[in-house]
């Protein structure tokens, strides 16, 4: 679904428009600027259309973790969510501010660190988990486990793809008190499933010191 290499690099597409809600969402992408964080990917994009169908957006506070190009929380956005905060290291902020505009706020979050000055309903993680970045699952654990434990009832949505073994990230929020469990391939958008693709639901499951 999503644009390949030789579309982003050679053919230099640099737009991506994904059905929702009876138009769409058009982000813009920078892979040739800036890779693989500001360009458009696949579990993403099953996220995105889990959301359409499930309504978990519908009314809530949402922050989006790595946002890259946004798409997720502006998607989330679409779909209803009474406030979306998409964050990023600060090199990727300029394109999340294009693709924002007026639909979320953006702030720059380094994983390791929260938002402590605000409480979030859902937290949204999209295509996070990468090869080469396993210094990066500890950091990203913590900070999805913080932003839970802000607010009693949030939950967190993960999707990742399939491209390395990732458990040592699961048991990194194992003993942060995050419960991570799948979401059914029924539950998803019936167009937008894939065996290499997860989507799990985090939750809160016991209170720990930060900085454990």
Excluded at 151 to 168: F, H, I, N, Q, V
Excluded at 183 to 211: C, F, K, N, Q, T
Aim: glycine share 8%; with cysteine.
């Amino acid at each position: 679904w999503a644009p390949g290499f030789e579309e982003l690099v050679n053919l230099r597409v640099d737009t991506f428009t994904l059905p929702l809600g009876g138009d769409g969402v058009t982000v813009s992408l920078a892979y040739r600027e800036n890779g693989t964080g500001s360009s458009v990917w696949d579990a993403a994009i099953a996220l995105a259309k889990y959301l359409e169908v499930s309504g978990d957006a519908g009314g809530r506070d949402c922050v989006e973790l790595g946002a890259g190009t946004g798409l997720c929380g502006l998607c989330a956005a679409k779909l209803g969510a009474r406030r979306v905060v998409l964050t990023d290291v600060e090199e990727c902020l300029p394109l999340l501010r294009r693709n924002a505009d007026d639909a979320a706020q953006v702030r720059a979050l380094p994983w390791g660190e929260s938002l402590d000055d605000d409480r979030f309903d859902l937290v949204l993680c999209a295509d996070c988990l990468l090869p080469g970045a396993t210094h990066l699952f500890r950091p990203l654990a913590l900070t999805v486990s913080r932003l839970l434990a802000l607010k009693p009832a949030a939950r967190g949505l993960l999707a990742y793809e399939d491209r390395m073994d990732c458990t040592s990230f699961f048991s990194h929020l194992e003993a942060l008190g995050v419960a991570a469990d799948p979401v059914p391939r029924e539950a998803w958008h019936p167009d937008y499933r894939a065996d290499r693709l997860h989507i799990l639901s985090l939750s809160r499951v016991l209170r720990v010191v930060d900085g454990e």
